[in-house]
């Protein structure tokens, strides 16, 4: 495989990357998605990954979307874009689904998209602005150009800022209030582990290991820590941002913290539940807390001291 890379200087080159395998992991790895029914299920129904049937089960046990209301959906961690098809198909006529991932991805049809790491304050300026201003993310201009998704970097958008996007996005005579201080509906954040992915190479946040955030490595523990990161992060998030009666779901990998997790889900909402559905794999450690009815009034601060 041949990847684009910068070297000290500027420069960009090609190299040859070698990946090596251990065949036997790479065999029992080929046989388990061959044999797994999800993953069949999904390529029929034409399904970004299996990913897809677990938010199914979370919507049919608890009735996150409304097919009958246009909700507004935040899909924290969205590439490939599984979780994105189920919302925008379970939402109502004129609603919208808004994709983040720190890694490149195109948006299945009818979802935009912001390539942009969550830990940033700018992503949730960024996704403040989408909802209130109505603006298309997954345009192609030349802020979006190729890849259907706006660059979260300040530097690069101040580059762009006498480009007409630039202004549409960022001008002050649009009110970005339109839509009050809280504008999304429900928040969804299945982030961890990169999806395997097969193209967009060259984009510098994905070569940057700084802005990296996770990857499931096996050790119970690191995975836990680094996935408790991330659901504060989706929590701080939706404290922000999601309207209050308003509904979050967060994918954890479980350990020692997981009753704090929830201790603070608790004081954002009003009914929290704990849930593993069927399409997770058995030996996976992840669950995924379901919490509905973000309360009045929630002090960030309160939230976060124990
Ligand atoms: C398991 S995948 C999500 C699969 C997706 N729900 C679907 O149905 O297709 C987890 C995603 O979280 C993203 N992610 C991890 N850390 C992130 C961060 N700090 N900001 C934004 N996305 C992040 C990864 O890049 C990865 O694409």
């Known amino acids: 495989m041949w990847m684009r890379c910068q070297v000290p200087g500027g420069r960009v080159v090609a190299r040859k990357l070698f990946v090596r395998f251990n065949s036997s992991s790479k065999n029992r790895w080929l046989t388990r998605q061959q044999n797994d029914h999800y993953t069949r299920e999904a390529k029929i129904q034409n399904l970004r990954s299996r990913a897809a049937f677990k938010l199914m089960e979370i919507d049919d046990k608890f009735k996150i979307f409304c097919g009958n209301t246009p909700q507004r959906v935040l899909d924290l961690g969205f590439a490939p874009g599984a979780w994105s098809q189920v919302a925008s198909r379970r939402i ?50 030349d ?52 999806w395997p992915q097969d193209s967009g190479f060259w984009t510098n946040i994905t070569n940057a290991a700084y802005y990296r955030m996770a990857n499931t490595s096996g050790l119970a523990i690191r995975d836990h820590y680094q996935s408790i ?24 990998y479980t350990g020692k913290e997981d009753k704090l997790f929830e201790k603070r889900l608790k004081k954002v909402f009003r009914r929290v539940n704990r849930f593993k559905p069927v399409a997770c794999r058995d030996e996976s450690k992840e669950v995924y807390f379901v919490a509905r009815e973000k309360r009045h009034d929630v002090d960030k601060l309160q939230v976060f001291t124990d």
């Open 92 to 141: 109502g006529d004129g609603g919208m689904v808004l994709g983040v991932d720190i890694l490149p991805c195109n948006p299945p049809p009818g979802v935009s998209s912001i390539q942009a790491n969550i830990l940033s304050r700018k992503t949730h300026e960024l996704i403040r602005l989408y909802f209130s201003k109505h603006f298309k993310l997954n345009k192609h201009d």
């Open 143 to 194: 802020i979006h150009e190729d890849h259907g998704y706006l660059r979260h970097m300040t530097e690069e958008l101040s580059q762009e800022s006498d480009c007409e996007t630039y202004r549409e996005v960022f001008s002050p005579d649009i009110t970005p209030d339109k839509v009050g201080k809280y504008p999304i509906d429900v928040i969804i954040s299945d982030m961890y582990e990169p």
């Open 229 to 252: 990161d991330l659901c504060d992060a989706a929590l701080v998030t939706a404290i922000d941002l999601l309207k209050p009666r308003g509904h979050f779901v967060c994918k954890l």
